[in-house]
């Protein structure tokens, strides 16, 4: 068990309209490839493992939100998902709630956070276990500088004193 959430730092990449990568640069090496129904992931020193998605629905939907989401495509979202926005232009958030069963069975939601053109997090609500986070762009830079201290939360939702 960890005594603190694991921070893992690296990159999201999606090199055409049906693949989603996730680069993990540290504190491993790490890359996990969404596409073609299944996910790929290779660690260094360890062997390549690969699933069907079918076997983690939360990746699937990932991957479907993320094309979604880039392509502007709302009708794709609201298709999986009920959509809810909030806030203002300066200060967002975008809340996905699974339609299909066996997904809401697994996934609570995911929400987005943002300010102006700026997606600042990613917040995924499992059903059972802790609300996991990924900040991006100016949060994840905002994280870096505060280290330890970052209270990563108050920094995905966008609080002007973290602290």
């Known amino acids: 068990m960890l005594k603190a959430p694991l921070r893992l730092s690296g990159e999201y990449r999606r090199p055409d309209a049906a693949t989603l990568v996730r680069e993990v640069r540290t504190p491993y090496a790490e890359t996990?490839?969404?596409?073609?129904?299944?996910?790929?992931?290779?660690?260094?020193?360890?062997?390549?493992?690969?699933?069907?998605?079918?076997?983690a629905p939360e990746l699937a939907?990932?991957?479907?939100?993320?094309?979604?989401?880039?392509?502007?495509?709302?009708?794709?979202?609201?298709?999986?998902?009920?959509?809810?926005?909030q806030g203002t232009d300066a200060d967002w958030s975008l809340r996905l709630r699974p339609r299909d069963a066996a997904l809401a069975?697994?996934?609570?939601?995911?929400?987005?956070?943002?300010?102006?053109?700026?997606?600042?997090?990613?917040?995924?609500?499992?059903?059972?276990?802790p609300v996991q986070r990924t900040l991006l762009a100016g949060a994840a830079q905002a994280a870096l500088r505060a280290g330890d201290d970052a209270d990563v939360a108050a920094l995905c939702r966008g609080d002007r004193d973290p602290g």
């Open 32 to 55: 996990t490839t969404i596409g073609g129904g299944h996910a790929t992931v290779t660690r260094e020193g360890k062997p390549e493992r690969r699933f069907a998605l079918s076997r």
């Open 61 to 85: 939907a990932l991957q479907s939100s993320f094309g979604a989401l880039l392509s502007g495509d709302i009708d794709a979202l609201r298709a999986r998902y009920t959509v809810d926005v």
């Open 105 to 129: 069975g697994r996934l609570q939601d995911i929400v987005l956070h943002g300010g102006g053109d700026e997606l600042r997090c990613i917040e995924s609500r499992p059903v059972k276990g």
